[in-house]
């Protein structure tokens, strides 16, 4: 059974960086897509970025792209999000996510991590 654990969460200023990580039990990220998708108090989970298991292709949502940046490190079984230019509206539970195709869509991925806490203070 795949396990995800999420890392790297925290409170940083607006115009800050954080960068998150999700390690994974098995041999995951060589044969799974992953992604990261966030989730605000009385809001539902959204989708932020996906990178595919062969050829690293990546997808960002239009609210993050040029800000958030998804990388795999298949030796250490890590997907990371690197996030700049913090706003904060990107306050949210931030988790990832394992899956078979790189959809937006949250029912397509079938292993999830708990979340770290993303905290983005003006």
């Known amino acids: 059974q795949v396990q995800l654990a999420e890392s790297g969460g925290g409170l940083v200023q607006a115009g800050g960086s954080l960068r998150l990580s999700c390690a994974a039990s098995?041999?995951?990220?060589?044969?799974?897509?992953a992604a990261w998708f966030r989730q605000a108090p009385g809001k539902e989970r959204n989708f932020l970025a996906s990178?595919?298991?062969?050829?690293?292709?990546?997808d960002y949502a239009d609210s993050v792209k040029g800000r958030f940046t998804i990388s795999t490190d298949n030796a250490k079984n890590t997907v990371y999000l690197q996030m700049t230019s913090l706003k904060p509206e990107d306050t949210a539970l931030y988790h990832c996510?394992?899956?078979?195709?790189?959809?937006?869509?949250?029912?397509?991925?079938?292993?999830w991590g708990q979340g770290t806490q993303v905290t983005v203070s003006s």
């Open positions: 996510a394992l899956g078979w195709i790189p959809a937006r869509e949250n029912d397509r991925w079938f292993a």
């Open positions: 098995g041999r995951t990220f060589r044969t799974y897509d």
């Open positions: 990178i595919t298991a062969r050829g690293g292709t990546t």
